[in-house]
């Protein structure tokens, strides 16, 4: 017969130890960030290069989707800018920030 409690523990000792592996993980990368001082500056700068490219690309979004609507503009770029999803372009971004990120723990 099975006893339920070592079930338990096996698989209680399971999670931990893949717990335990992410934790090393991500005490490895912010040792890496935090040792190395030069990293950190261009990281930091590059982060906040993309944040600021970021906002300049949804600002600009914004700022012709109401021009479109306030003066009635048509053609093709108007047109063009009128179906532009701006939820793909958030993705798009969110997903820079993740690259960049995975790019610089295994640099």
Do not use: Q
């Not at 338990?8 to 040792?31: M, V």
Request: aromatic share 14%; hydrophobic share 55%.
């Amino acid at each position: 017969m099975v006893d339920p409690n070592s079930a338990y523990e096996t698989a209680d000792g399971a999670i931990g130890t893949l717990l335990s592996a992410g934790f090393l993980y991500l005490i490895a990368a912010l040792n890496l960030i935090v040792l190395s001082g030069i990293f950190k500056i261009y990281y930091n700068l590059v982060i906040t290069g993309l944040s600021i490219g970021a906002a300049f690309i949804i600002g600009t979004i914004e700022i012709l989707g109401i021009l479109t609507t306030e003066v009635h503009l048509n053609g093709g770029f108007w047109d063009l800018r009128a179906n532009f999803n701006i939820n793909l372009a958030g993705f798009c971004i969110a997903g820079l920030f993740i690259i960049v990120w995975a790019v610089a723990l295994t640099y």
